[in-house]
């Protein structure tokens, strides 16, 4: 296969800057270039897909072929009185898209703002921010199939979103590549400044200054005020889901923790994780080379030298006595890998 590289750094492809190297990485900027790849690829070896690392643990090398889509672009698709629908690659930067979008006047992805990765990356996880989830605006997802090299489109609906969840992520896990996705934004501002921050900004203005722009300026403070930026101090953002919990063991904790943060869900109720996790005396505690940050307990921060075995030891510490404190099971969000049902 040509345009590998083999026994390839990973470090710079993963934003905790754990060391893993890939036997194989491609970086395919084209539809053609990737069902090439896949094609010519040892069928007996797995495929892992990274983008730029953002979102992920990498415990140790991989094998086979590891991809990094290249895919560019970004365009308006179509346009009505209310709506304009645009399309981006999977290789785009996401943060570049939410600022094309915004300069155009376009709403719907300015709370999304300063979010790392790539737009590849985005549908996966469910990207999601101050009140908005990326599911809200989502039109379709254009995948690669792994095993056939067919290219498939799914609306939301059949994307399966949950709360930092797809189809893709979890029971279609390594059957498809993400290539590109299209997006349904507003023309005219209904921009969502619900997240507390933004109301109390926005409180003492009048409404025609809730624009994209201003709520995207607001929210790239919010971000750069409590979350570090990974090229300065190794991170994956936040390490844990805030866990949703029956409303009977959230009043219950209520009555204990007066302070408690909590949203009503419909399926239950939600509790902050990144609080559960400072109530624990995790925030900006080490155990060796990696810690809870100072600011933001919810993230877990590599101050040099870690190891997936030093994540993971922080991790279960963490989960341990957010269990004990609190009776609350905490989820890691950023993906391992390789993990139980790697791409094929």
């Not at 892992?48 to 560019?72: H, K, M, Q, R, Y």
């Not at 408690?260 to 996790?277: C, F, H, M, R, T």
Request: glycine share 8%; aromatic share 6%; with cysteine.
């Amino acid at each position: 296969m040509s345009g590998l590289e083999r026994n390839a750094d990973l470090r710079a492809l993963n934003t905790l800057g754990l060391p893993a190297k890939a036997h194989h990485l491609a970086r395919p900027a084209t539809l053609d270039a990737l069902r090439q790849l896949l094609a010519e690829r040892d069928l007996s070896q797995p495929v892992f897909v990274i983008g730029e690392g953002s979102n992920l643990v990498i415990d140790g090398d991989l094998p086979g072929l590891t991809l990094s889509l290249a895919i560019d672009g970004m365009v308006k698709v179509k346009e009505d009185d209310s709506h304009v629908w645009v399309a981006a690659g999977a290789g785009v930067h996401w943060d570049d898209l939410v600022a094309w979008t915004v300069a155009q006047g376009w709403q719907g992805l300015e709370n999304l703002s300063l979010i790392p990765g790539t737009t590849g990356a985005a549908p996966f996880q469910n990207i999601g921010a101050y009140g908005v989830e990326l599911s809200q605006v989502l039109e379709q997802v254009t995948v690669m199939e792994i095993a056939s090299g067919k290219v498939l489109h799914f609306s939301a609906a059949e994307c399966e979103f949950a709360y930092r969840d797809s189809r893709f992520k979890s029971r279609d896990r390594g059957r498809y590549i993400i290539t590109g996705i299209e997006l349904r934004l507003n023309r005219q501002p209904r921009c969502n400044i619900d997240y507390a921050p933004l109301q109390a900004f926005f409180a003492q203005r009048p409404g025609e200054a809730v624009t994209p722009a201003a709520v995207r300026e607001q929210v790239i403070a919010i971000r750069s005020s409590k979350l570090p930026d990974p090229t300065v101090l190794a991170n994956a953002g936040s390490f844990f889901k805030n866990p949703v919990v029956p409303a009977s063991l959230a009043a219950s904790l209520q009555q204990r923790h007066e302070k408690l943060v909590s949203y009503p869900q419909p399926e239950g109720v939600k509790l902050a994780a990144g609080w559960l996790i400072e109530q624990a005396g995790w925030k900006g505690r080490r155990l060796g080379p990696v810690g809870m940050h100072s600011e933001q307990a919810l993230v877990l921060v590599n101050h040099g030298g870690a190891t997936c075995d030093d994540v993971t030891a922080l991790a279960e510490a963490v989960c341990r006595d957010v269990k004990a404190r609190f009776g609350v099971e905490l989820e890691q969000e950023p993906v391992r890998m390789p993990g139980p049902t790697p791409n094929r």
